[in-house]
């Protein structure tokens, strides 16, 4: 599977568009890290646990997103964007999206 941010891929042509691919996942923060992350907030500098939530999260996103673009019989998705939104108090969503493709 080819994966792109741009609306083409280099050397490929695009033979048909498929549909829109995404996948998603939602997350809550954990109490301990929390705790943790206010204490950084005091001294100041990068919240490596949130920073590890969050990339396991749209790596995950993007594994589905992915998946769904397979079943579609793609072989390439173009135009992957990512969006953020909170579902309710401590817990966030992550959802990966994009348009599936047939390559030539």
């Known amino acids: 599977m080819i ?3 741009t609306e083409s891929i280099p050397g490929k042509e695009i033979s048909e568009i498929v549909g ?6 939602v997350r ?3 109490v301990g890290r929390d705790i ?7 001294v100041g500098g990068e919240i490596d646990e949130y920073t590890k939530l969050l990339s396991q999260s749209r ?5 589905r997103m992915i998946d769904e673009a397979r079943q579609m019989g ?5 135009n992957i964007r990512f969006t953020t ?3 309710m108090q401590a817990t966030s969503e992550i959802l990966a999206y994009g348009t599936a493709v047939k390559l030539s």
């Open 28 to 30: 809550a923060r954990h």
């Open 20 to 25: 829109i691919a995404k996948g998603s996942t």
């Open 3 to 5: 994966i792109s941010t």
């Open 59 to 63: 790596d995950q996103a993007m594994k």
């Open 36 to 42: 943790f992350a206010g204490l950084k907030n005091i």
């Open 74 to 78: 793609a072989d390439g998705i173009i």
């Open 85 to 87: 939104s909170m579902v």
